[in-house]
C-alpha cells in the first residue's frame, strides 16, 4: 500500500487557482452582477459578499468528439433495453435550463451559483478607480520601508536558508576537498587492475595497493556532505520606500435646505468614498467639514450622524478648507483632493465668492475636486458658478444626483481611472 503526500506550497488551498481562473473568465459577467446588486443594497452594505447566478449554458465547456459520419463500434455500458441493430428514439423535447421555465418533462438545469467573497466583491466594485493625478511626493516623516533581495549571506535564522546555493556550495567543497585524493584513488586502482592481469591477490604489490586504495576511499568518503561553512542565506536589505501622501476634503452641506432625503443621499456618496479609500490606499488623511452659514472641521462619527442645521453660506467650508491647507497641508508635500455634496442653495451673494476662493486660493494646489449636486430642480446660482470653473479648469469636475440609484454610476464616473 503506497501514501501520497502532498507537498505543494497551497497544498491546503488547492482551489485557489481554478477560482482565479473562472473569475478571469467570467469577469464581465461577474462585474455586471456586481453593478446590479449595489443598484439594489443599501450604501452601509457595500461591505460584504454576493451570491452570483450564472445561466448554466455559459460555463459549458468545449470537449472533443467524434466527427459525424464513418463506421464506430462501440460498446455502451448498462445497456439492457437495446440490441445490435436496433434504432435508437429520440428522446423527448424540452431541454429545460436556466431554472427559471419547466421543461416539458418537468426536468432542467438551475443556474450555477457563484459566492463572491467581501474581498472580491470590493475588487470587482472599485476596479478601475483611482484618485486621479497622483503623484510622488517628498517622504513622510515616518517613511515605509520594503525589504529586497540583496544576494546571499552565511549567516541567518533557518528560514531563510537558500537550499540550492547550499548544496552547490557543498558541492564545490567537496570537490575541492577531495580531487587531489580521488586522482590518486584512480590512479590506484588502474594499477591493481594492471597488477591483476599478471599476478594474484597474494603479491606484495597487490596487497599494497589494496590497503591504500582502501585507505583512499576512507578519507574521500570522510569529508562531510554537508558542513556549515556551505549554508548561504537569502540577504534581505531594509530600504525606504517612496510614500504617496494624500488628503481628501469631504465638505458636505447640512444647511435648513438640505432636507433629510438629500442629507441621506450625500452621507450615502460620502460613505460610499470613505470605503473606496479605506480599500485602495493605506496612508490617507480624511478631513471630514460640515457647514451651514458656519463650517467646522468634525470627526467621522460626527460628520455621518450629527443633527445640526441652519442657512447657507458655501464659503464658509471652502474657507476652512483653505486654512486647513496652509497650516496642515501643503501642496509641495501633499496630494490634495476635495468631494463637495450640497444642494445648490446658497446666498445669492455668496456663489460668486466661492467661485473666486476656488479659482485663487484651492484649485491651483489641489490634484482634484469633485462637486456633487442633489437636488431634481433646476440649477441655482451655485452650479452656473462652478460651471465656469469646470470650463476653465482640467481638475474640477462636477455632477448631480437625483436619487439612490444614481450614486454608484456618478461615483464611478468622477473617479474613474485616468489614462497616463
Avoid at 211 to 227: H, S, Y
Avoid at 287 to 303: C, G, N, P, S, W
Avoid at 349 to 359: K, W
Wanted: net charge neutral; with cysteine.
Amino acid at each position: 500500500m503506497s501514501h501520497v503526500i502532498d507537498r505543494r506550497l497551497d497544498g491546503k488551498n488547492k482551489s485557489a487557482a481554478n477560482r482565479q481562473r473562472f473569475m478571469r473568465r467570467y469577469r464581465e459577467r461577474l462585474k455586471k452582477a456586481v453593478s446590479d446588486a449595489v443598484e439594489q443594497r443599501s450604501i452601509t452594505d457595500m461591505d460584504k459578499g454576493e451570491k452570483v447566478s450564472i445561466p448554466s449554458k455559459d460555463i459549458s465547456e468545449p470537449v472533443f468528439h467524434h466527427s459525424q459520419g464513418g463506421r464506430r463500434e462501440v460498446v455502451q455500458p448498462g445497456n439492457q433495453e437495446y440490441l445490435s441493430g436496433d434504432r435508437v428514439k429520440r428522446p423527448p423535447g424540452g431541454a429545460g435550463g436556466g431554472g427559471s421555465q419547466a421543461s416539458d418533462d418537468g426536468e432542467g438545469e438551475d443556474d450555477f451559483v457563484f459566492e463572491l467573497s467581501r474581498k472580491e466583491f470590493l475588487d470587482l466594485m472599485f476596479e478601475d478607480l483611482a484618485l486621479p493625478d497622483m503623484i510622488k511626493r517628498r517622504m513622510t516623516r515616518d517613511p515605509d520601508y520594503k525589504y529586497l533581495r540583496a544576494g546571499y549571506t552565511t549567516t541567518g535564522v533557518p528560514s531563510n536558508i537558500n537550499v540550492v546555493r547550499s548544496l552547490r556550495q557543498s558541492l564545490a567543497r567537496r570537490m575541492a576537498m577531495s580531487a587531489g585524493r580521488r586522482t590518486q584513488l584512480h590512479d590506484a586502482e588502474a594499477q591493481l587492475q594492471v597488477l591483476l592481469k599478471t599476478s594474484d591477490e597474494s603479491n606484495p604489490q597487490v596487497v599494497a595497493l589494496q590497503t591504500e586504495i582502501e585507505r583512499l576511499r576512507k578519507r574521500v568518503n570522510a569529508v562531510p556532505f554537508i558542513d556549515s561553512f556551505d549554508l548561504r542565506y537569502n540577504n534581505r536589505v531594509k530600504v525606504p520606500k517612496p510614500s504617496t501622501q494624500a488628503v481628501m476634503f469631504c465638505l458636505m452641506d447640512v444647511s435648513g435646505s438640505m432636507d433629510e432625503q438629500r442629507k441621506a443621499l450625500a452621507k450615502q456618496f460620502f460613505i460610499l468614498l470613505h470605503l473606496f479609500l479605506q480599500r485602495n490606499y493605506e496612508r490617507i488623511d480624511i478631513v471630514f467639514i460640515r457647514h451651514h452659514t458656519v463650517a467646522r472641521e468634525v470627526d467621522e462619527h460626527e460628520f455621518f450622524h450629527a443633527r445640526e442645521t441652519g442657512g447657507t453660506v458655501v464659503s464658509s467650508a471652502l474657507v476652512l478648507m483653505r486654512q486647513i491647507m496652509r497650516d496642515r497641508y501643503p501642496a509641495s508635500a501633499w496630494n490634495i483632493y476635495a468631494a463637495q455634496a450640497s444642494d445648490g442653495d446658497n446666498w445669492l451673494d455668496d456663489s460668486p465668492g466661492c467661485g473666486e476662493i476656488l479659482a485663487r486660493d484651492i484649485l491651483p494646489y489641489t490634484q482634484y475636486f469633485a462637486y456633487v449636486e442633489i437636488t431634481p430642480r433646476e440649477h441655482q446660482s451655485l452650479w452656473h458658478e462652478y460651471v465656469k470653473l469646470a470650463e476653465a479648469t482640467g481638475n474640477f469636475a462636477m455632477t448631480q444626483i437625483d436619487s439612490p440609484q444614481d450614486i454608484y454610476p456618478v461615483f464611478r464616473e468622477l473617479f474613474k481611472r485616468q489614462d497616463a
